[in-house]
């Protein structure tokens, strides 16, 4: 499936949840989510805010983290929360993934899946915590940044 295929039926499966939990589709709302379907950087909301503002000018930054914490409770976007680069969103995987970030421009991709549910297990044997969530990180330097 292609990424824009994908998007579009994430962009599908986002509205159709909200709309099932009686939650209105306004034009605003509704361009906030085709950002986060579309986007495979996990953008803040300061990001989502400014690509938007051309096209809805009348629509504030409040706008925009009322959608995403909308979406947070309702389970459809994951937010990152990082003290050095501001909370970033994926609407694309809305569960518990790991990251690969950059340290110098602050870029943030998904690697292919780790067995996660195995590592999850040995934790919770090794452990006695029986895991509810995770979060898997690493960081070091894009290629972009590399060759800079």
Request: net charge neutral.
């Amino acid at each position: 499936m292609n990424d824009n295929k994908s998007s579009e039926n994430r962009l599908k499966q986002m509205v159709e949840r909200l709309k099932e939990s009686e939650h209105r589709i306004t034009p605003q709302r509704y361009a906030v989510l085709r950002v986060l379907c579309r986007s495979r950087e996990h953008p803040s909301a300061e990001t989502i805010f400014n690509l938007l503002a051309p096209e809805y000018p009348t629509m504030s930054l409040a706008t925009v983290y009322k959608t995403l914490n909308l979406l947070k409770k309702r389970g459809e976007v994951l937010e990152l929360e990082f003290s050095e680069l501001g909370n970033r969103y994926d609407g694309n995987k809305p569960y518990p993934h790991p990251h690969v970030i950059c340290t110098g421009c602050g870029t943030i991709i998904d690697p292919s899946m780790l067995d996660l549910e195995e590592i999850t297990s040995k934790m919770m044997a090794e452990t006695g915590f029986r895991i509810t969530s995770h979060r898997l990180d690493f960081y070091g330097i894009c290629p972009a940044c590399q060759e800079k």
